[in-house]
């Protein structure tokens, strides 16, 4: 049921039942005269996940939903009008990308060229959110920029899509007043946490790296399952770790929706993780969050955050397919998962 105060938006249209609640557009991938290789981000990763999905006919053309853009009137849900202005400086966007030669180019090539794919990749995030409660699970192939929130944008991350998408539901979907975000990427999700930090309708778990970017003492008083793991933490105890604390979240609340930032960074040789996770690690990973979830009958929407080698693309597409093997998610013709 839609709240009278909402703004209209494109980005809760309905969807076809013959779609899978799968979120995509080649708009996300980025680019820009081999700019975009100055970043050690793999910035068209996304487009490889459906490429490797396609091969593996667990999806065509027509059966997944393509992204929309975020307007500035639903990226307004959360960011100020000061902020959103503050993009349109390509020094700015330099910073926050952490591609510097960016400074260099005439704003509108920036906002083409890089912030489009962003908006559209959170456009791509808040469509999932809806589909996720109408579906039982989504995942957005691209998302999870979890350094940017409502006034500051850092570690490319330029818009604050998995605070947008949790705000969506709460004010447009009926029933759902409880979120738990799992933040599964290496670095700490400071920028949802400081959109949140003062909301007791958001849980937060975080396991990251505790050595590296952002370390934002102030944003880690939101978080109400802190894991902080050493440098090159590996399988077994990351593995135990994960399932002991995301039983433990979802036993302590029980929200109406789980966001699970799938960052692939902890992935062993990332240069910026600092752990030494396996592939196998990776889509074991996802399959118990994934597990915990559907068990529980808990909707949940996943984002791939970050993931910085060449090699994530794969892993990405094989963890979803394991999750279709493993009957986690479903097929065209069963939007509901039976367990």
């Known amino acids: 049921m839609m709240c009278n105060r909402s703004h209209g938006t494109q980005l809760y249209l309905e969807v076809p039942s013959s779609c899978l609640p799968i979120v995509y557009s080649p708009v996300y991938n980025i680019t820009f005269m081999g700019l975009e290789k100055l970043h050690p981000f793999d910035s068209g990763k996304w487009g490889k996940v459906i490429h490797f999905l396609k091969e593996e006919k667990l999806i065509s053309d027509g059966s997944i939903v393509e992204a929309r853009e975020a307007t500035e ?6 960011h100020t009008k000061r902020y959103l202005n503050r993009l349109k400086w390509s020094l700015v966007v330099a910073t926050i990308t952490e591609i510097p030669p960016l400074l260099c180019l005439p704003n509108f090539l920036v906002q083409r060229r890089v912030l489009r794919p962003l908006r559209t990749q959170t456009g791509g995030t808040i469509m999932a959110g809806k589909l996720a409660v109408d579906r039982g699970w989504a995942i957005n192939v691209g998302g999870g920029f979890h350094h940017c929130s409502s006034d500051k944008g850092g570690g490319f991350c330029a818009y604050a899509d998995i605070t947008l998408a949790i705000k969506f539901l709460f004010e447009r979907v009926e029933g759902i ?3 738990t975000i799992i ?11 400081r959109d949140f930090l003062d909301d007791r309708r958001v849980f937060i778990m975080d396991v990251y790296n505790r050595y590296i970017y952002p370390g934002d003492g102030y ?4 978080i109400k399952r802190k ?25 302590e609340v029980r929200p109406d929706i789980i966001v699970y930032n799938a960052g692939t960074d902890i992935l062993d040789g990332d240069p910026l993780g600092g752990l030494a996770i396996s592939p196998q690690g990776i889509i074991k990973r996802d399959e118990i969050v994934f597990r915990a979830a ?3 009958g808990i909707p949940i929407l ?4 970050g993931g910085y080698q060449k090699k994530t693309a794969r892993i990405i597409a094989d963890s979803i397919i394991n999750l279709r093997r493993q009957g986690l998610i479903g097929g065209n013709e069963d939007g509901e998962v039976k367990n």
């Not at 996943?302 to 955050?305: G, N, R």
């Open 294 to 296: 559907r068990r529980r």
């Open 73 to 78: 009137e639903d990226l307004l849900v959360v």
């Open 227 to 251: 894991v902080e793991l050493d440098w090159g933490t590996e399988d077994d105890e990351y593995l135990q770790k994960v399932e002991l604390h995301s039983e433990g979240a979802l036993n």
């Open 219 to 222: 944003a880690k008083r939101a």
């Open 302 to 305: 996943m984002v791939t955050s």
């Open 177 to 179: 007043s409880r979120a």
């Open 183 to 193: 933040d599964l990427d290496a670095h700490q999700g400071n920028g949802h946490e």
